[in-house]
């Protein structure tokens, strides 16, 4: 069983950068497709940014390409999501997930393993 743990929510205003840090428990952690998740008040979970298991590439929704980043640190056992310039719409609770799954990165079923999300509001 892996445990997530989310941090570096908060509040910022617009154009400005946050950090996210997903850390997990176990070691098997580097071997699984780690994928970040928002969900805004009202609306369904998203997919923002995965890194695949198979090679670490990423992938990125096309409403934050070029703004965030992912990257994983297998010695920290952990996965970060620097978001910049961001936008009010970038309002969101932010969930980062792990799993075996190296193709359907996008979907919230493809994940087994969930952190307990955490906050970012953007304001204008």
């Known amino acids: 069983q892996v445990q997530l743990v989310a941090s570096g929510g908060g509040l910022v205003q617009a154009g400005g950068s946050l950090r996210l840090t997903c850390e997990a428990s176990e070691r098997t952690f580097s071997t699984l497709s780690v994928g970040w998740f928002r969900q805004a008040p009202g609306k369904e979970r998203e997919f923002v940014s995965a890194?695949?298991?198979?090679?670490?590439?990423?992938r990125y929704a096309d409403s934050v390409k070029s703004r965030f980043t992912m990257s994983r640190d297998n010695a920290k056992n952990t996965v970060s999501l620097q978001m910049n310039n961001l936008k009010p719409e970038d309002t969101a609770v932010y969930y980062c997930?792990?799993?075996?799954?190296?193709?359907?990165?996008?979907?919230?079923?493809?994940?087994?393993?969930w952190g307990q999300g955490t906050r970012v509001t953007v304001s204008s």
């Open positions: 997930a792990a799993g075996i799954s190296s193709f359907a990165y996008a979907s919230p079923s493809s994940y087994t393993y």
């Open positions: 890194i695949i298991r198979i090679g670490s590439t990423t």
